[in-house]
């Protein structure tokens, strides 16, 4: 490390210091602080869980969950005193304040529901407008209309200035922590970070002016969730949809899934498909390949948890032809340029592991993340997916 100013050796200014521990600020100092912090966890009994390196695990009588995020700390478990307890013995070896029962963690605020909790980040979504001098905006229903669709990277005149353009979308992206329905339109927009155009900057603006519309809308985690939903009866179940050639830049598709776990939906995800697919049922069948790695996370996350599942897991497709295809051995000749990695989707079918099924696109709730939807279609599927208006007990 350089000398710091007013201790500069005056015989060896050009001289630097060997550090024998980090020092905060330095780009080694996050790694540092939790390999230190690890490493107590470790010796009080906790264990680290394999899917998620930043969870800690105790078991005797009770149990006790950690969950760690550089500095801020998570910590619950099935009994107060041994939380408690822990609290105590952590806090004799580092400097802790204690905040008392969870409210807010990174900017998401958790919010008490009749029916269980909220997740929200509604002061986030109180401070984008301000910045983008859009307060008193007219409020709109849906985050893209449904004529987006043909916007290109060409689509408008380039911006003198993408600075507040790719200010507002890299705002947006960390809301869609708690919004999965504003996720398409988030993921859309950041496609044309590195050139957005005038009409790039008008859509952005109208997912603000959505979201000035819903900010009481937030994420619903049941208190007692049914291992059923909307008559589909399985614990662990997820939706999974693609929309082939959305993109007309390129004409790749876009895959998207919803992860339940009963009631509750536990993640998310759309993303690009790296690849051009040839057939709907290819596109399909590529997002049911990353659905079904998602859920065997999941299952994992799960059982370092203690929660077994007994059934099998279900995903839900809206193309016959990926789902014949999921559970059909024989190798089709017009399947032949799939890699051959996302066949393993047929071996968990056959061992039992997996179940994809076929459902309606009526019931499809994935769609909400594959493309823009009409007015009346989008608020049904966003108040299916688990999305509700805080209501406090």
């Given amino acids: 490390m350089a000398q710091p100013p007013g201790f500069v050796d005056p015989d060896h200014p050009s001289y630097v210091c060997k550090l024998h521990k980090a020092i905060y600020g330095l780009k080694q100092a996050p790694r540092a602080w939790y390999h230190e912090l690890r490493q107590f966890l470790l010796a009080s009994g906790l264990k680290n869980s394999h899917s998620d390196t930043s969870l800690f695990v105790l078991r005797s009588n009770h149990v006790l969950y950690l969950l760690v995020y550089v500095d801020d700390i998570v910590v619950t478990g099935s009994n ?27 900017g998401v605020e958790v919010v008490p529901h009749h029916l269980g909790i909220q997740l929200s980040q509604r002061r986030y979504i109180q401070d984008l407008p301000q910045r983008t001098n859009m307060d008193n905006a007219k409020l709109v229903l849906t985050p893209l209309p449904t004529s987006s669709a043909a916007i290109s990277l060409t689509s408008g005149t380039p911006l003198s200035d993408p600075t507040p353009y790719r200010a507002a979308v890299g705002s947006l992206q960390y809301l869609s922590l708690t919004r999965p329905d504003i996720s398409f339109a988030v993921n859309r927009m950041a496609q044309f970070m590195h050139q957005p155009t005038t009409e ?13 519309g819903t ?3 937030g994420l619903l ?50 993303k690009k498909q790296q690849t051009v697919a040839r057939s ?26 203690g929660i077994g599942l007994t059934n099998s897991l279900v995903v839900y497709c809206d193309n016959v032809g990926a789902t014949q295809l999921s559970s059909n051995p024989i190798f089709h000749s017009r399947m032949k340029h799939v890699a051959v ?28 993340l594959t493309k823009p939807l009409p007015t009346s279609q989008f608020l049904l599927l966003r108040d299916k997916i688990g999305l509700c208006t805080r209501g406090l007990s």
């Fill in 80 to 106: 107060d005193a041994l939380v408690s307890q822990f609290v105590e013995c952590l806090a004799q070896c580092f400097s802790l304040k204690d905040l008392g029962s969870l409210s807010y963690f990174l």
């Fill in 200 to 212: 790039h900057w008008v859509l952005v603006k109208r997912i603000l002016r959505y979201l000035s």
């Fill in 215 to 217: 900010l009481d809308k």
């Fill in 221 to 270: 985690l049941y208190r007692d969730s049914p291992l059923t939903l909307h008559g589909f009866s399985n614990s662990l179940h997820a939706f999974s949809d693609a929309d082939w050639a959305g993109n007309k830049d390129d004409y790749s598709s876009t895959s998207a899934y919803l992860v339940y776990l009963g009631r509750n939906l536990v993640s998310w995800s759309l």
């Fill in 280 to 305: 709907s049922t290819e596109s399909e069948y590529r997002s049911i390949a990353a659905t079904a790695a998602e859920l065997r996370w999941v299952c994992s996350l799960l059982s370092k948890l």
């Fill in 341 to 368: 990695d996302y066949h393993f989707i047929r071996d968990q079918v056959q061992s039992g592991l997996l179940r994809v099924a076929h459902v309606s696109s009526a019931d499809q709730l994935a769609d909400l």
